[in-house]
């Protein structure tokens, strides 16, 4: 806001000074006139510059300064040849004016070619080009998850912490209420982590906006500030910062997009930890957390069998898993559940030739007395 402001008032400088000074003899307000398009002109340049890498100005530069020093050579030549009068100041005009501006062009195009970092100092940090600023929320802090993934590589640029961000959690780890306490000091633990993090770099910063009060929306109008994006796992604040235009790196869609994909019919295997809610049904959980609701399964609670899958629902808690086990597939579940196998394997031993012989079998000499009597 304040550097439109200050464009605003340079253009309506530039116009009152050539109102005044009357350019070209011109009237007041043509002289107003063409000093609102000067101005208007030179913050558009100014406008396409800020856009421009450094090698592209530097680059710009340096041809400008060659083609001006090649037009005054130029201009010497034709002051020698041409004679004085309109037409040697014209052909030096447009000398100069073509010189500069094929220098400008050339230079500009030819500016990424340059190595500013081997010149060190304030040109080295140009061969990383625009910085990718990521803004960490404090419910992602203390989630611990934002470790894991910076350990991996997967997280570039920047890693932005904001004060305001860091006097929260110290207020979290300072609470009374033990859980809260613990959670806190978990926040402060996982920014050490990150601090010795060789693939990130964390950049604590010190803007403030004292007129907003919730820091969710401070932290929008820091990314704003910054250009970055907000890294949360916070759902509201997802769609706050999503209605205001500012980017937002969600963990638990991120979590949720990398579950394993299971398709209907195929097998997979799981441990029954606990009684589902219907009847005769089990629940198992996946590595990730999925849960996997298992038919016909009460019975196998604290054994690993091999399901089958039936469907797979989305849902906006994550992703559910359903399948059915079969208790008369073979192999279809941990040997050591199995039934004995003598009593599996006696119905296979039969043959089609006559049951063997088997004597009658004599009562017993006690029984035999009783019934005499």
């Given at each position: ?17 050539c109102?005044?000074i009357h ?6 307000r043509p002289?107003a006139?063409v000093g609102?398009?000067i101005?208007?002109a ?5 406008w ?9 100005l530097i680059?710009a530069a ?9 037009a005054?050579?130029?201009?010497l030549?034709i002051?020698?040849?041409v ?6 100041s014209?052909?030096q005009i447009?000398?100069?004016l073509?010189?500069?501006y094929v220098?400008?062009?050339?230079g500009?195009?030819?500016g990424d070619l340059?190595n500013l970092?081997?010149?060190?100092g304030?040109?080295g940090g140009e061969k ?6 990521k803004i960490?929320d404090?419910?992602v802090?203390?989630?611990g998850r934002?470790a ?9 640029g920047?890693i932005?912490?904001?004060q ?7 207020l979290?780890a300072?609470?009374?209420d ?12 996982i920014?050490?982590?990150?601090q010795?993090t060789?693939t990130?770099q964390i950049?604590?910063v010190?803007?403030d906006?004292?007129?907003v009060?919730?820091v ?5 109008e820091?990314a704003?500030?910054?250009e970055?994006?907000?890294?949360t ?6 769609k ?7 980017a ?8 949720n ?8 019919g195929e097998?997979m ?10 009847y005769?049904?089990g ?23 091999d399901i089958?899958?039936?469907s ?10 359903f399948?059915?086990w ?11 559940a199995?039934?004995?196998?003598p009593?599996v ?8 030739g006559?049951p063997p ?17």
């Amino acid at each position: 806001m304040d550097v439109v402001f200050i464009r605003l008032l340079f253009v309506l400088i530039v116009s009152v000074i050539c109102s005044l000074i009357h350019p070209f003899s011109l009237p007041t307000r043509p002289a107003a006139a063409v000093g609102l398009l000067i101005g208007a002109a030179i913050v558009l340049f100014e406008w396409r510059l800020r856009v421009m890498s450094l090698k592209r100005l530097i680059g710009a530069a340096i041809g400008s300064v060659l083609g001006i020093v090649g037009a005054y050579l130029f201009a010497l030549v034709i002051r020698n040849s041409v004679p004085p009068g309109p037409t040697q100041s014209f052909l030096q005009i447009m000398v100069m004016l073509v010189m500069a501006y094929v220098g400008l062009v050339v230079g500009a195009n030819k500016g990424d070619l340059l190595n500013l970092a081997a010149l060190g100092g304030v040109f080295g940090g140009e061969k990383t080009g625009k910085k990718s600023f990521k803004i960490l929320d404090t419910s992602v802090i203390i989630d611990g998850r934002i470790a894991d993934i910076a350990e991996t590589g997967f997280l570039d640029g920047l890693i932005v912490i904001p004060q305001f961000v860091l006097r929260e959690l110290q207020l979290v780890a300072d609470s009374a209420d033990s859980l809260k306490r613990n959670r806190g000091r978990r926040g402060l633990d996982i920014l050490q982590r990150l601090q010795k993090t060789a693939t990130v770099q964390i950049q604590i910063v010190e803007d403030d906006f004292p007129t907003v009060r919730e820091v969710d929306m401070k932290l929008i109008e820091l990314a704003k500030v910054y250009e970055g994006k907000i890294i949360t796992n916070d759902f509201n604040l997802n769609k706050v910062a999503q209605l205001q235009g500012v980017a937002v790196l969600n963990i638990n869609e991120l979590a949720n997009s990398l579950k394993p994909i299971v398709l209907p019919g195929e097998v997979m295997r799981v441990f029954i930890l606990k009684e589902g809610k219907e009847y005769n049904q089990g629940v198992a959980y996946l590595d990730d957390g999925t849960m996997v609701v298992v038919d016909n399964a009460r019975k196998m609670i604290g054994k690993t069998i091999d399901i089958s899958v039936t469907s797979v629902l989305q849902t906006t808690a994550g992703k559910m898993i359903f399948g059915k086990w079969d208790e008369r597939g073979p192999g279809r579940h941990d040997p050591k559940a199995s039934a004995p196998l003598p009593a599996v394997a006696t119905p296979a031993v039969a043959t089609n030739g006559p049951p063997p012989f088997e004597p009658p079998k004599k009562p017993a000499p006690a029984a035999t007395d009783r019934a005499a009597e």
